[in-house]
T-cell receptor
Framework: DAKTTQPNSMESNEEEPVHLPCNHS???????IHWYRQLPSQGPEYVIHGLTSNVNNRMASLAIAEDRKSSTLILHRATLRDAAVYYCILRPAGGTSYGKLTFGQGTILTVHP | SAVISQKPSRDICQRGTSLTIQCQVD?????MFWYRQQPGQSLTLIAT?????????ESGFVIDKFPISRPNLTFSTLTVSNMSPEDSSIYLCSVQEPSNVLTFGAGSRLTVL
């Protein structure tokens, strides 16, 4: 499976934007880029995903490099509730690996008041 | 999105015993997964729970240790057999939504003494 590389940790101040990077240089043409986050003492929750184009939803934006070898999750205004571990995951579009998520270590985001 | 209920939410068990974790979903889903999260670690996929057939296990996980049942499209169980302290983890059930993202339960925190 293609792997992702994320910084171990990042810090932000409340109400400031946060840019969480992810490198995935071995991504294949059919891999979707998914982001999940895990709040303390909870299961992971879906944040956003994309294939080639930038994506926006109510939680965040996903900026995907033109060569798809990296992406950035953007939280436009961080809140204390956004403190979590953020996982960048490559998900195959089909085949025997379809449906599975392979979690890396993720980025621990700390948000300061 | 689907609502997942896991029971028990936490338990403390003795070495050598077995514990069955239940996962109830409020809607019919095709694909269900069981993950393990060891202390301080990321999530690792244990198996895919297949309705009406044997589960598909990932490398390093075997049916004798982690038997899984999936009697219908809304329910699954994971048993952790002959437990040892190394089995102390959070076990999470997840389902694939029609949108192809995964929804996770809150997890079952198991401590083995």
């Amino acid at each position: 499976d293609a792997k992702t590389t994320q910084p171990n940790s990042m810090e932000s101040n409340e109400e400031e934007p946060v840019h969480l990077p992810c490198n995935h240089s071995t991504i294949s043409g059919t891999d979707y880029i998914h982001w999940y986050r895990q709040l303390p003492s909870q299961g992971p929750e879906y944040v956003i995903h994309g294939l080639t184009s930038n994506v926006n939803n109510r939680m965040a934006s996903l900026a995907i490099a033109e060569d798809r070898k990296s992406s950035t999750l953007i939280l436009h205004r961080a809140t204390l509730r956004d403190a979590a571990v953020y996982y960048c995951i490559l998900r195959p579009a089909g085949g025997t690996s379809y449906g599975k998520l392979t979690f890396g270590q993720g980025t621990i985001l700390t948000v300061h008041p | 999105s689907a609502v997942i209920s896991q029971k028990p939410s936490r338990d403390i068990c003795q070495r050598g015993t077995s514990l069955t974790i239940q996962c109830q979903v409020d809607s019919q889903v095709t694909m269900m997964f069981w993950y393990r999260q060891q202390p301080g670690q990321s999530l690792t996929l244990i198996a895919t729970a297949n309705q009406g057939s044997e589960a598909t296990y990932e490398s390093g996980f075997v049916i004798d240790k982690f038997p899984i049942s999936r009697p219908n499209l809304t329910f699954s169980t994971l048993t952790v057999s002959n437990m040892s302290p190394e089995d102390s983890s959070i076990y999470l059930c997840s389902v694939q939504e029609p949108s192809n993202v995964l929804t996770f339960g809150a997890g079952s925190r198991l401590t083995v003494l």
